[in-house]
């Protein structure tokens, strides 16, 4: 477990490029931030800013071309792949606009993979995927299909799925992209009870200006730098 | 059970065709390899018991220059005191009852008991010595006569070379353990003198069993004694060489049969790794999730490749199953085939070897596991972030074609290149022809981007949009179509390719029968063995029929086998004519030369195969075990034959009776006088020996078609080979296109949705599974054409040293672009029907 003391996300000038051609793209340039633990930040952006790579960096998925990410104790710089796979399995949740469930897992069964991958007992898994989906409203739907779902129900269950394992870090790329406003609304309140509740540090990527005023911290990322702006209702004191 | 593999077991069950499909692929594959195997072991098994339990516990035999040996030879090794010893004399014949064949043991009551028990000769024995020892009488298996529903006391009418001769049957045989039971099946047992009377050979025996003291110094004392009575010519040997010589004739047949087996097994690799790669690619979205979850990349390979084996295992255990079922028909065609070519064998059950079983059940397991590798390996690659499209791929794909079309020219060159460094081995043969076939699968993908391009603008004129949809469609997926043509090619290939050989052989057979056949009638005694028959035309048949009027020459051959320096060999000693030396056409040495060195002395020709078999040619000597004892004959010419794979040795009458104490004929040839008719002739001679041995008489023409009906024959085992790869290519398209129609349900969907109606879905489709088929059929052209030239000048060459002229009919060329097109159209029928009707609400929905 990492020291209560130091930032849960540590990023220390991250560049991430890409080859097109003959050509090197910078995706991200110099990036440094810290998140800490319990933390609601939004990383806002527009299409093709950088806000997924920069998600992808974070968790692990990807690796970058220039700078550090620690998560917690963790660095992931120097991890391999298995490892830093290995380490998000454990630590880190996941929430995608098009939801991602596992169309040949049922609900229930989505919820406990990420358990089930941690290395949790069967009946541990169980509970627990059953005491989420009771907490996301969808306990009588754990034996069914992910196609018999409606979109928002989909986003409830994978945000149960992405809290399953008691992650230090929830990752959430556009999470309300594909629903209607207020599905979206309901699913936001969902993810940010649920964080708070858990003292999980949260990041949501979006463009929807009604994520802002739940979060704690708002970064902007242009032309592949980063920056903070405060949110208003903490400047004014509402 | 995980639910990783709860998922991917899902995945299985929710494709219920698809995977069916698939697992009757590999079953199909493994069935042909297994039943190819446990037709050939059984084949040889029965051959092998039955020679076992004929030799019983003899150590050695004596046996004759000739294979006849003086029974004078026995009587002095018995005043030499050197017992136990045992005379045999044996052959075949056919039971009327049952028309099965038997073979025929004459033994010496007295003395057979320490070499074969079981027949309760020995001391205790209820059997009638005094009736079994001087009247005609025979034993057999208590459980063939109950089956044939014979008694002690009835009498059975045994076909011998022609000669029905009646025996009564005076007991029967009932061995304790049932592996002795099954190998007295076929067995007729009578005394040596009765033996002697049916196969007409007084004075004469088959050989003399042995038992010698274990290995060591009393062994070899023992066998040098032994020499010292042999005549001149009588020879000793072991008595377990016999069954590996015969392992030896059919060795190169079975390897044939075994490597086409395997084709089909080769085809249903390509099926499977069509499966696995649709399977992968289809569930790339649902990999990219597990991997963002956080499974690794090795738990993703392994889960492809669990799934992969769980096909395997069902696949290879149905397989093992049609094997079985396969075997028990395709056994009476082998065993058919090998009594046509080699020797008697009669199968009267399949012998079931769990090692066959297990290394079906390996293969197939194998197989599959190896063809799903590139697929698991590219779900490993597959990207954690969910946005690549297939459409990515396709593109890297088409891109990366001429890349593996370099590849697949290296590895074809490679085969080439392996068939230079070894001049005899056939499996070299077999691993250039694999690597021609892997190579032009590497090859199929760039040829097919540029088929359908070019058949685009002309599809576009007569079918419209929908025409160059459906050529842009074969191309815009060339991860599916691209395999699945491959196989259809390899199969459609492989099917020009043999057939190719089989026509460039009949003609060089037909051509080689009609320059060898050249007088008007042709005699012979009934043989079981059809190019091998060493049957004796009885004295007083061959006297008769020489003086039927109207006859105006008669030529004599004789067949027999007789022992070489280099093995058993088959000799046969001919009346050279004026005709002679054009019946025998020389590959090596001088016709003005070789035949009056041939008439002269120890000289003999060779034939092509047995020039190729034993490595020897013109200048080489060649020494054979005579009744003058072993005497070296030069080898003056190697001709061509068509006739024996086994190869041939043949020397003039005159040489033969010089050498050797035989007088009997195999066959005879008369050319009619100028004034006769032919048809009048063979009348004559029917009518001169009717009621005597019962021979063939034959004119010119009915032999030549019945040596081609029995060549047909021979290839039936071939073409049913031929057919069941087909089978599993089709299976192969079909599990292709089924495929392609689920993965494009949306494509479908939008299509439908914009307007166009199920009938156009229809057609399109149609329009593209057989454009496919036309380009495998295209494609396997050129292959098929470089798998004949390979099995005619490489393999054939290899495995039984004939040179034959390569010839392509055209219709067989017709016949494989039709069946190309044919397949691949009934293939899409299905996938096609059920596309055109879903519903585009249905296709056009997320998951």
Known sequence: MPDASSPLVHLDALTKTYREGDQERAVLQDVSLRLERGDFSVLMGRSGAGKSTLLNLISGIDSPTAGRVRIGDTDLTDKSETERTRFRRSHVGFVFQSFNLISTLTVGENVRLPLELAGAAPRATKDRAQALLDRVGLADRADQFPDRLSGGEQQRVAVARALAHEPLLVLADEPTGNLDYDTGQAVLTLLSDLVTDTDTTLLVATHDPEVLPRADRVLHLHGGTLHEEVPEYITSGT | ?847
């Not at chain 2, 009327?96 to 020995?122: C, E, K, M």
């Not at chain 2, 059950?349 to 297990?358: G, K, P, R, V």
């Not at chain 2, 009906?709 to 087909?726: E, K």
């Not at chain 2, 899409?828 to 056009?844: E, Q």
Request: charged content about 15%; proline content about 3%.
């Open chain 2, 1 to 847: 059970m995980t639910l990783l593999h709860r998922s991917s077991r899902r995945y299985l069950t929710r494709h219920p065709w698809l995977m069916g499909l698939s697992v009757l692929g590999v079953a199909i594959g493994v069935a042909v390899v297994v039943a190819i195997d446990l037709a050939n072991t059984s084949a040889s098994r029965a051959f092998e018991l039955s020679a076992e339990t004929v030799t019983g516990a003899a150590t050695h035999q004596v046996v004759g220059a000739g294979g006849a040996l003086d029974d004078d030879v026995y009587r002095r090794l018995r005043a030499a005191g050197l017992r136990p010893s045992a005379p045999i004399v044996e052959g075949y014949g056919s039971l009327r009852r049952g028309d099965r064949t038997f073979q025929v043991v004459g033994i010496d009551p007295l003395a057979d008991a320490p070499f074969r028990p079981y027949l309760g000769t020995g001391a205790g024995s209820d059997l009638d010595l005094g009736t079994f020892m001087t009247d005609d009488t025979a034993l057999l298996s208590a459980r063939t006569a109950e089956a044939l529903g014979l008694a002690s006391g009835d009498t059975l009418r045994v076909d011998i070379e022609g000669t029905t001769h009646a025996v009564v049957l005076s007991g029967l045989i009932s061995p304790q353990n049932e592996r002795t039971r099954r190998a007295v099946a076929n067995l007729l047992v009578v005394d040596v003198s009765t033996a002697q009377r049916l196969f007409d050979q007084a004075g004469t025996l088959s050989r003399i069993d042995l038992l010698a003291p274990a290995e060591g110094s009393a062994q070899r004392a023992y066998l040098d004694r032994v020499r010292e009575v042999l005549p001149d010519g009588a020879q000793l040997r072991r008595s377990d060489t016999r069954t590996e010589t015969v392992a030896q004739m059919t060795k190169a047949f079975d390897l044939n049969l075994t490597a086409l087996s395997l084709l089909a097994l080769i085809v249903g690799a390509f099926l499977i790794y069509n499966t696995m790669t649709f399977s992968v690619v289809q569930r790339r979205a649902l990999i990219g999730r597990l991997r963002a979850l956080g499974v690794t990349r090795g738990e993703v390979f392994r889960l492809v490749l669990g799934e992969a084996a769980v096909l395997g295992v069902v696949g290879s255990g149905l397989g093992l199953l049609l094997g079985v079922v396969l075997a028990s028909g395709l056994v009476q065609l082998l065993a058919q085939t090998i009594n046509d070519l080699y020797f008697v064998v009669e199968v009267s059950e399949l012998s079931i070897s769990a090692w066959t079983l297990a290394k079906g059940a390996l293969l197939g397991v194998g197989t599959t596991l190896a063809a799903a590798l590139p697929p698991a390996q590219e779900a490993t690659a597959a990207s954690v972030s969910t946005v690549l499209r297939r459409s990515t791929r396709e593109t890297t794909l088409r891109r990366r074609a001429p890349g593996w079309a370099g590849v697949g020219l290296l590895v074809a060159g490679a085969g080439s290149l392996l068939l230079l460094v070894t001049e005899q081995s056939i499996w070299a043969g077999y691993g250039a022809l694999f690597c021609v076939l892997v190579g032009t699968a590497f090859m199929i993908p760039w040829a097919v981007v540029g088929l359908s391009n070019g058949v685009r603008p002309l599809l576009g004129r007569v079918a419209g949009v929908i025409g160059r949809m459906a050529a842009r469609g074969v191309v815009t997926n060339l991860s599916r179509t691209g395999v699945a043509i491959a196989a259809l090619t390899i199969a459609i290939a492989a099917t020009v390719g043999v057939g190719v050989m089989i026509d460039s052989f009949r003609g060089t057979v037909t051509n080689w029968l009609e320059q060898s056949l050249q007088a008007d009638v042709y005699v012979q005694p009934p043989s079981l063995v059809f190019r091998r028959s060493t049957a004796t035309i009885d004295s007083t048949v061959a006297r008769r029929l020489r003086n039927v009027e109207g006859v105006k020459g008669a030529y004599s051959v004789r067949r027999v086998t007789v022992q070489a320096d280099v093995g058993r060999t088959d000799l046969v000693a001919v009346e050279p004519g004026p005709e002679t030396a054009d019946v025998y056409q020389l590959k090596a040495g001088s016709p003005e030369s070789a035949w009056p060195a041939v008439r002269a002395g120890p000289s003999v020709l060779v034939s092509e195969p047995y020039s190729y078999r034993y490595d020897v040619g013109v200048g080489d000597t060649l020494r054979l075990q005579t009744d003058r004892g072993q005497q070296a004959f030069a080898i003056k010419g190697v001709y061509y034959d068509y006739g024996s794979d086994l190869g041939v040795t043949l020397m003039s009458r005159s040489t033969y009776e010089q050498y050797y104490d035989d007088r009997g004929v195999s066959g005879l040839a008369f050319a009619a006088a100028d004034t006769t008719s032919v048809d009048a002739l063979i009348a004559d001679m029917r009518t001169s020996v009717a009621g005597l041995q019962d021979v063939l008489i034959r004119s010119n023409r009915a032999l030549r078609e019945t040596s081609m009906r029995v060549f047909d024959r021979t290839f039936t085992i071939t073409t049913v080979l031929r057919l069941l790869a087909i089978a599993v290519a089709f299976i192969g398209v079909l599990t292709a296109l089924m495929a392609l129609a689920l993965e494009r349900r949306r494509e479908m969907g939008v299509l439908r949705a914009t307007g166009m109606t199920p009938p156009q879905v229809g057609g399109y489709l149609t329009l593209q599974s057989s454009l496919m088929g036309a380009i495998a059929g295209i494609l396997s052209l050129p292959l098929g054409y470089v798998l004949a030239y390979v099995l005619v000048f490489v393999i054939n060459k290899r495995s039984f040293g004939w040179t034959l002229q390569l010839t392509v009919p055209s219709d067989v060329l017709v016949q494989s672009l039709v069946l190309a097109v044919v397949a691949a159209f009934l293939a899409g029928l299905y996938p096609t029907w059920r596309m055109a009707r879903s519903s585009p609400a249905l296709a056009l929905q997320d998951e």
